[in-house]
């Protein structure tokens, strides 16, 4: 039996007349990891500070470990590890002392902070900048520190706010893969993203985010299946062509859409498509797995990163 651990209904939250969260409802089972995927400003922060009680809830409901989710809920912050967006370590300490300072917010006893730190820049391979200042880490660096500061207190649910934007593939795969051994532990994992690849690495179950609103739900490979099929075939051609084009690739696609310089054709089955494209004497073309950007770019008609 899964256990609803957050559990939101007509979820609202306003910053003076600008709506940023406009009425979402959702549930995260404990043990998943659950995505808000949404470009800039889509209000997954709003959502997830309003989750670990840090920005009051406008209207609706909120229920988070059984009990509503207020500012200041003492027990909700003692079982949730958060990894904010923004970088919120203190520069003038070293590596350690930020993760001492933090250990005593949460009430942990020196000693057992000592070894308990020790484990955690073994876990994020921060071990040789122990005594390292802030100004001195790389941002991929900093980001594992805050992965490594938000796991002091053993929590049960981690909100993970963009963990890795701006970081380059090869830290960013180290956290995915530090992010999916805590998964398997049995820690629930919310993560907010706008890539798209790390919803579709780490999510069990996403919710496609624009404008404070929920546009789908779901599971991610299942969301592409739906929403778009197997392959996207992107076609360069001038705006003015559209209608000749797409009057003649009906039989081979399941939808389409124009964005920009570019045609999107999402198939089942790129190949006739593509061969009656080489008919038509269009030769500047790619074929592509399908993804969640696709699922967006459906939904929206807008990129997920502008
Ligand atoms: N503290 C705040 N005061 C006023 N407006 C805010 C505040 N925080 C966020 N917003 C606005 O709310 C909307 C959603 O922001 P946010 O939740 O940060 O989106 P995301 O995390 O998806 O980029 C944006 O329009 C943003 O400018
Ligand atoms: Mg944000």
């Excluded at 001492?100 to 070894?115: G, L, M, S, Y």
């Excluded at 310089?261 to 008919?279: A, I, P, S």
């Amino acid at each position: 039996m899964t256990k609803t651990l957050v559990s939101a209904k007509d979820l609202r939250k306003n910053y003076g007349s600008l709506i940023a969260v406009d009425g979402i409802s959702f549930e995260i089972q404990e043990g998943e990891c659950f995505g808000f995927l949404g470009p800039n400003g889509a209000g997954k922060t709003t959502t997830v500070k309003m989750i670990h009680c840090v920005s009051p809830v406008t209207s609706g409901t909120l229920i988070v470990n059984g009990l509503p989710a207020h500012i200041n809920n003492r027990a909700l912050k003692k079982m949730t590890g958060i990894i904010p967006q923004e970088i919120t370590l203190d520069v003038d300490l070293t590596v350690y002392e930020n993760l001492i300072i933090f250990a005593k917010f949460f009430d942990i006893p020196k000693r057992e902070a000592k070894k308990r730190i020790a484990e955690l820049l073994h876990f994020v391979e921060l071990e040789a900048k122990r005594n390292s200042k802030i100004s001195e880490l790389s941002t991929g660096m900093k980001r594992r520190l805050l992965v490594a500061r938000a796991l002091l207190n053993h929590p049960k649910l981690i909100v993970a706010d963009e963990p890795t934007t701006g970081l380059d593939p090869q830290a960013r795969h180290l956290i995915w893969q530090r992010l999916r051994q805590l998964k398997s532990e049995g820690v629930t994992l919310i993560l907010t993203t706008q890539y798209m690849e790390e919803a579709q690495q780490l999510c069990d179950r996403i919710v496609v985010m624009h404008q404070g609103k929920i546009l789908k739900e779901g599971v991610p490979s299942k969301l592409v299946a739906e929403q778009i099929g197997r392959e996207v075939v992107e076609v360069r051609v001038p705006k003015e062509e559209d209608e000749r084009i797409v009057g003649q690739l009906t039989e081979f696609s399941c939808g389409h859409e124009r964005v920009g310089d570019t045609l999107y054709f999402y198939c089942r089955d790129g190949q006739g498509l593509m061969k009656k494209l080489v008919e038509l004497d269009l030769h500047n073309y790619l074929t592509r797995p399908a993804t969640l950007e696709d699922v967006f770019l459906k939904l929206t008609g807008r990129s997920l990163i502008e």
